[in-house]
Structure formats: C-alpha cells, structure tokens
C-alpha cells in the first residue's frame, strides 16, 4: 500500500504497538477524492475532520503538514483515493485518554473505483445503533459497517441499506441515501447515527433537500433513489430487493450540478446524459 | 511495552499499515490476570474470544500458538496482566471482511493495577448504545467506554456507572455492577449492550446472582454495590455521587468465594478480612 505514516509531525516506518487506534478504534478519518493532484473538496474533508476531532478530544496533526504530504503522493496530477486517518496518541492498556500524546496520522492513496450507471441494494439486518455522542462522525468505530458489508457480499448486491435500532433508513453501508418523494429530494438525519457524508452535505445545498424520517415503505415507494459518498459521486439504486427503477431525469440533473462543484465527478455526469437524455 | 505481535503463526516486528484493527477496530480482546505465570480462567476468556470470533466471522490464532507465546512472556512465574488483541486479516481500503486473510495477533504484558479496599464512582453522560448483534463481545469499538473514561478524569472518580441509551444501568467504563437488594445480588443484562465480563459470569455463579434492569435510583438505594472485572476482582463502591457505603460483609464473603475459585484474588480477600470483619 502507498502510504506515509508519522507519530506528531515525525514520519515513521509503523505505530507503536499497543496504539489506540489498534485498540479502541480511538480515531476518525477521511475518504477524500482526488482530482488532478487536488482535492476540491479538502475544505469539507477538513472541517468534518476537526469537528470530530473536538468533539472526541483528539488532537489533529497540522494541517500543512498533512495537505504537504498528500501532495507528494500526488505529484504528477494523478486521480485517485485519498485516505487520512488520524488516531489519538498513547500506547497501554486503560480507556482513559491521552491528550497530551503526540496523534497518529496515516495518509494512503489508492485506485479510483471503477465508474458504475448504477447499483443494486438490499435491506440489512445489521442495524445502526443510536448514539448522539458519536452520530455524524467518521470515527474508526465500524464493525456495524463491516457486518452489514459482509451481508451484501453474502446476498450479492453493491451495496446495503442500514437501519437504525429504531426501524427509520438511515444510509448504506459506505454512502448516505437521498430519495426523491412528491418530486423533492429527502435523506436521513445524522443527529442520531450516521455518518454527516461530504458528499451528503454538499448535495443538500444544490439539490435543496431536507432531512427527514424515513421508513424502508418510504424508500421503496420513491420516485427515485441515490447513494453518494465523496470518492464516487451520485449513484442512482436502480434495484432495491423486488423494487426496481430507470434511471430518473431528477438524478441525471444532481449528477450534472455535483460536476459543476466538484470536477472529478465531471465524467460519471456526462456519461449518464449519454445514457439518460433529459426531458427539455 | 513488552509484546508479541504475529501475522497468522509468524511472528512479526509489526502489523502491517492499514490493517483493520487500526481502520474499523475490527478486532476482540481479552484481558486476563496472570498469577504465578499461569492464567487461572484461561478457558473463559478463550471461550469469550472464541464466541466473539464466531459472531464477528474472525478468524483464531491457534490456541496452542496463544498460549505458548503468553508462557514464554511469563517464564518465572510471575504475576501480572496478560492482554490478548486478535484483529481480522486483510489491509486497505472498504468495510467488506477478508474472512481468508491471516487474522493479526499481539499478547503485551502489563503490571497488576495497585490493590485498594473500595472505589468512588460517578454517573457518567456518555451512555451504552444498544446494538444487540455486538452486545456481550470484548470487541474493539470502544470510543463509548474512551469517552466514559475522560469523564471520571475530570470528575477525579476511580470509575464511571454507564446507562444505555435507554437509561438502565449497564456497566463501569471497565467492569461489570453487582448490586445487593433485599439480600440478593442482581446485575444488568448484557443482551443489548455491555461486556459479557469473565468475572461477572463466575460471580453470577458463586452468588446465585440474577439479571435484572436496574435504574440509578435502584443502584443508589442497594444496601451494597461492587464492581468487578478478570484483572481486579471485586471492587466495592464506598462512594457513587452523594451516597456513600461501608463495606458490606456480603461483598467481604463475596471477594472469598472469588478468591477460592482464582488465587490471584486470594491477597485481596485477605486484606478485606482485616478491615472488615464478618459475622459468625
């Protein structure tokens, strides 16, 4: 894997072992785009990053020193997968939280995903549990997630559908959900759980979507659905256990007004107008 | 910190960078009290891990391979604190589980924590979200039990009483609750959330406790109150916010029947005899 590994602002070969990442998944990170050697969306990436560093008590690395280092692993322009992780200082054994050790920061690139026109779901039965503390955050406490993925490698499908203990829909497995209902678009609250997705908020402002409850009826009985993440884009569901859907107009829009933001999402829009003509 | 650390039966300087320890916690633990270089409930604490693995879809180290490593960490027969991490195989990116890649193994040696008489305690804001598919498992998400935990340092309590979601009493940040009512001893359920401790499941059967909800009116009207886990046996609450206890002769009886069945706990039994003599 390509990646670079430093304790403070020191580059290491590895952690310490015994590091609280390893342990507790005492850490947050980041799934950033990369477009050209840039990524547009850094500013987003960060904000979330800091706001759920605050939030934990977690102190961050410099933020130069980070952006120095993502853009030497792509130097030459390149596309890709921008990973950051970022973990709370300290080895040992104990819950209590080390502040004043120096935080652990990991930044690997990988391949862009290869473009889809569109995914199928199913309905997991791993659950979101609710948690206010910890909802919205991109923390590295994810076995919810790594159950429900290992469902949709069981059932066969690109993704899945989580929800929450209490029964509302509250995102896929790696992407949050938007639904088009009475032709406005709608998606989940984070308040609860969840993660508050880049791409997610982003879409609120252009698409002028508001959240809402929503039961699997409701998502089933939409117009149309998409997942979004910030590494893919807008991926419309085009089959949702025995629901299916065409590819809706309204999808074919927020991919061209997601390219207008965000150039290396550019491609997947103009490939869906190839596919999807737009009624004038 | 003196650790093994083994990529399936090889033992290695380090795990490799973007494992899923590190990612997801995606991983179990165990934390085991060594006495004289053996661990009197090692077969607990594997069944545990074992029950978890199975649950997670983890894969084991051989057991053998564990146990020959902790012997050799303990040659002489010392005392102390065995902690064992086992992490799912696989390295980068996304949440779908490497069930055939080598799983990652570390055992570290610790101190035994100093001994005391009793604990103060405080009711902590962080609470137990309640997710019935990790419920019970001493699994590697534990950003609840890290935030509980930066609460007592704050509040200069030895531990924190947790609630879930729901406002029943679950846990301490790293023990089990035994409360005494009416002459019987009750401990929450660990069905919906909370650690299935390996002390917890012995003292249910020395004390012929049973599982019960409890509120935090029902905890602080107990005419006693302990906590415990598989490193320090029973700790009596002398102090939870306002209420204070004595040390109850029925905790002092209950550190001698723990102490019978792990003579690690045997030292401290004794001690407790010293101050607080029992009935006839």
Chains 1, 2 share one sequence.
């Not at 015994?18 to 050209?36: C, I, K, Q």
């Not at 938007?178 to 989940?188: A, D, E, I, S």
């Not at 409850?213 to 910030?230: M, T």
């Not at 299916?244 to 309204?250: C, D, E, Q």
Request: with cysteine; glycine share 10%.
């Amino acid at each position: 894997m390509n990646a670079r590994v430093f304790v403070g602002e020191q580059q290491v070969d590895a952690w310490p072992i015994g590091n609280r990442l390893e342990s507790y998944g005492d850490g947050l990170f980041e799934t950033m785009r990369v477009h050209r050697g840039e990524v547009p969306w850094w500013g987003s990436h960060w904000h979330r990053l800091a706001n759920g560093a605050s939030r934990l008590g977690i102190t961050l690395p410099g933020e130069a020193l980070v952006r120095q280092a993502a853009a030497s692993m792509f130097e030459g322009a390149g596309d890709g997968v921008l990973k950051l992780l970022v973990g709370r200082g300290g080895v040992g054994r104990g819950y209590a939280p080390t502040s004043a050790a120096a935080p652990l920061t990991m930044l690997s690139r990988h391949a862009l995903p290869g473009a889809v026109e569109s995914v199928s779901a199913h309905w997991c039965r791993t659950r979101w549990s609710i948690q206010p503390a910890l909802a919205g955050l991109k923390h590295c406490n994810r076995l919810e997630q790594v159950l429900a993925r290992g469902e949709c490698e069981e059932a066969g499908t690109d993704e899945g559908l989580m929800l929450d203990t209490d029964g509302n829909v509250v995102s896929a497995t790696a992407a949050n959900v938007f639904v088009l209902r009475h032709g406005r678009w709608w998606t989940p609250s984070v308040a609860r759980c969840g993660v508050a997705g880049v791409c997610r908020i982003h879409l609120i402002g252009l698409l002028q979507a508001a959240e809402t409850d929503l039961s699997p009826a409701q998502v089933e009985g939409a117009e149309a659905v998409f997942l979004c993440n910030a590494v893919r884009g807008i991926l419309p569901i085009a089959r949702l256990e025995a629901r299916a859907w065409s590819v809706h107009p309204a999808i074919a829009q927020a991919r061209r007004l997601l390219a207008d933001q965000h150039p290396g999402f550019l491609a997947d829009a103009t490939s869906m107008d190839c596919v999807t003509p737009t009624p004038q």
